[in-house]
């Protein structure tokens, strides 16, 4: 057998998963190869570590507190019945404020063009004085 089948097995017979002619034929390639008894140790001492890591710490009181929370919160839904008013009265103030301000706006921007109409007559009188600007180029009067 080859060391990379060994090795591609070895998790497999230290689990003692594989077949009895596989496992006696990974036992007899590392009875003969150093490299893959050593690397075979190492994988034990990785597993045993992880195995120890692997089981959590119980802890007693564990199922009391979650049982004491469960009941909490079910005396909690029987004396709370405001958050049901908050929850639909909440949405419709926001509502309410939105609208508000959508019309404060509509009426600020009603308010705001009437004065730029007059603006925009005072741009059409300017006009005139600046197109006489075109008609004399600036490089002559910077001449002369």
Same mark, same amino acid.
């Given at each position: 057998?080859? *060391?990379?089948?060994?090795? +591609?097995k070895?998790?497999?017979?230290?689990?003692?998963?594989?077949?009895?002619?596989?496992? !006696?034929?990974?036992?007899?390639?590392?009875?003969? *190869?150093?490299? *893959?008894?050593?690397?075979a140790?190492d994988?034990?001492?990785?597993l +045993?570590?992880?195995?120890? #890591?692997?089981?959590?710490?119980?802890?007693?009181?564990?199922?009391?507190? $979650?049982?004491?929370?469960?009941? @909490? &919160?079910?005396?909690? &839904? $029987?004396? @709370?019945? &405001?958050? $049901?008013?908050?929850r %639909?009265?909440q949405?419709?103030?926001?509502?309410? %404020?939105?609208?508000?301000?959508?019309?404060?706006?509509?009426?600020?921007?009603?308010?705001? +063009?009437?004065?730029?109409?007059n603006t $925009?007559?005072? !741009? !059409?009188?300017?006009?005139?004085?600046? @197109?006489?600007?075109?008609? #004399?180029?600036?490089?002559?009067f910077?001449?002369?």
């Amino acid at each position: 057998m080859k *060391c990379k089948d060994v090795q +591609s097995k070895l998790i497999f017979f230290l689990d003692e998963e594989l077949p009895i002619k596989e496992m !006696q034929a990974v036992q007899e390639h590392l009875n003969d *190869c150093t490299d *893959c008894a050593l690397f075979a140790e190492d994988m034990k001492k990785t597993l +045993s570590i992880l195995e120890t #890591e692997k089981t959590p710490e119980l802890n007693p009181f564990f199922y009391t507190r $979650v049982k004491a929370k469960m009941e @909490n &919160r079910e005396t909690e &839904r $029987v004396i @709370n019945r &405001r958050p $049901v008013l908050v929850r %639909v009265l909440q949405p419709v103030a926001f509502s309410i %404020v939105l609208l508000i301000g959508i019309y404060a706006g509509i009426k600020l921007g009603a308010s705001g +063009s009437a004065k730029t109409s007059n603006t $925009v007559l005072a !741009q !059409q009188e300017m006009i005139p004085y600046w @197109n006489g600007l075109d008609a #004399e180029p600036i490089e002559t009067f910077l001449m002369e």
